[in-house]
């Protein structure tokens, strides 16, 4: 069933002056918009697929999406969109080229004929954030937006990350981001970024495992390192109650206060849809 939250100040006839974030994936199609004037969220919208839809179905549904919503057919000011995919690299600054994406994309995945690259940087950190998108993803938001820029979904984590629970804290912070059957983690410790992963999951034990696993390797203390969820996980999830018999500060994300959100979207988890708020943190 799709989600619908609009603010009572929402206008459809004055879009060219609003913010719009999109974030799309294999487990649905959400956005956002913002007014800038008032730094405020006013509209959010989410529209899940089926667990079964392929890489070809997505970009029918896309289009579908795009072409008929009547939010979406209109102009805004800025347009942010975040493909959610597992494929990106993390490279630091001094090493980064933009001639050479090519390169470092594939030290790390295959590079598909219908890949098209992008790279953000970071206001955090020196470093940049490679990743791919379907050039039919793509061209149908060039197709859709004036002067679309595109980001991937951890960049945003990250940046949320290190201003929320970086800065003076030295304390190590674990950050999970929940999508369909993939999940991000990140790792902070004051202005640094410890560590970012991302990696599939079939139920809720390998979940478990392998956030566990990450506070094994990196020697984080799960009576002392707190691990906040968010995304699509519930506090009512199996997988919260599991974790939290191994993780003594655990908790789940709370929207970033860089803005302030309608009342209306109360109505849903405060963490859910964190990750596309916060895109606007990216730049």
Same mark, same amino acid.
Not at 98 to 103: E, G, Q
Not at 157 to 161: Q, S, V
Not at 204 to 208: C, P, S, Y
């Given at each position: 069933?799709d989600? /619908?939250?609009?603010?009572e100040?929402f206008?459809?006839?004055?879009?060219?002056?609003?913010?719009i =974030?999109?974030q799309?994936?294999?487990?649905?199609?959400s956005?956002s /918009?913002?007014?800038?004037?008032?730094n405020k969220y006013?509209?959010l919208k989410? &529209?899940p697929?089926?667990?079964e839809v392929s890489?070809?179905?997505?970009?029918?549904?896309?289009?579908?999406i795009q072409?008929?919503?009547e939010?979406?057919?209109?102009e $805004?000011?800025s347009?942010?969109f =975040?493909?959610?995919?597992?494929?990106?690299?993390?490279?630091?600054g001094?090493?980064?080229n *933009?001639?050479?994406?090519?390169?470092y994309?594939e030290?790390?995945?295959? !590079?598909g004929?219908t890949?098209e690259?992008? $790279?953000n940087?970071?206001k955090?950190?020196?470093a940049?954030?490679?990743f791919v998108i379907p050039?039919?993803?793509?061209? !149908? #938001? $060039?197709?859709s937006f004036?002067?679309?820029?595109?980001?991937h979904?951890t960049t945003s984590?990250?940046?949320?990350?290190l201003?929320?629970y970086?800065? *003076? =804290?030295q304390r190590k912070? #674990?950050? /999970?981001?929940v999508?369909?059957n993939?999940?991000d983690? /990140?790792v902070?410790?004051g202005?640094n970024?410890?560590?970012?992963?991302s990696?599939?999951?079939k139920d809720?034990?390998?979940?478990?495992y392998f956030?566990l696993? &990450?506070y094994?390797?990196?020697?984080l203390?799960g009576i002392e390192?707190?691990l906040y969820?968010t995304g699509?996980?519930?506090?009512q999830s199996?997988? $919260?109650?599991? !974790?939290?018999?191994?993780?003594?500060?655990?908790?789940?994300d709370k929207?970033?206060?860089h803005?302030?959100y309608s009342y209306t979207?109360?109505?849903t988890?405060?963490?859910?849809?964190?990750?596309?708020f916060n895109l606007k943190?990216?730049v």
């Open positions: 069933m989600i /619908v939250f609009i603010d100040t206008d459809l006839n004055q879009t060219k002056n609003y913010h =974030s999109i799309a994936g294999l487990d649905g199609y956005f /918009v913002l007014d800038p004037l008032r006013i509209l989410h &529209i697929f089926p667990a890489h070809t179905i997505l970009e029918e549904k896309i289009e579908d072409g008929n919503d939010f979406l057919t209109r $805004y000011k347009v942010y =975040s493909f959610q995919s597992p494929r990106y690299t993390l490279i630091p001094p090493l980064f *933009k001639d050479n994406l090519r390169t994309f030290f790390n995945h295959v !590079l004929e890949d690259i992008h $790279y940087g970071f955090g950190i020196d940049y954030n490679l050039s039919a993803i793509s061209n !149908l #938001a $060039y197709g004036v002067d679309v820029r595109f980001f979904q984590l990250i940046e949320h990350g201003l929320s970086g800065g *003076k =804290s912070t #674990a950050i /999970v981001n999508y369909g993939n999940s983690i /990140v902070i410790q202005d970024l410890l560590l970012c992963n990696f599939p999951w809720d034990n390998d979940l478990v956030i696993y &990450i094994e390797q990196l020697k203390d390192t707190p969820l699509e996980i519930s506090k199996e997988v $919260y109650e599991m !974790l939290k018999s191994y993780i003594r500060k655990i908790g789940f929207r970033d206060d803005f302030t979207f109360n109505e988890e405060h963490h859910r849809f964190n990750n596309l943190l990216c």
